[in-house]
């Protein structure tokens, strides 16, 4: 996070609002989506790496020399 952040505060001192540059923000929105399409999909069934690796290589969608 960049250290330009700026604070709105009100009458007695406290702070309100936080502005954030926007590459910043840009940023930590694109992780809030992550995170949502983690928590989405938390409750899939997994599957191991190499057992992926070897279904992928039998639907042709990837070659020994790719792995």
């Excluded at 409750?43 to 992928?56: G, R, T, W, Y």
């Amino acid at each position: 996070m960049s250290s330009s952040l700026q604070y709105l505060i009100d009458e007695a001192g406290e702070k309100t609002a936080v502005i954030v540059p926007i590459a910043d923000y840009t940023r930590f929105m694109e992780d809030m989506e992550d995170l949502a399409a983690i928590a989405e999909r938390r409750k899939e069934p997994c599957i191991n790496h190499q057992d992926f690796v070897d279904e992928l290589k039998r639907d042709g969608l990837l070659h020994d020399n790719l792995a």
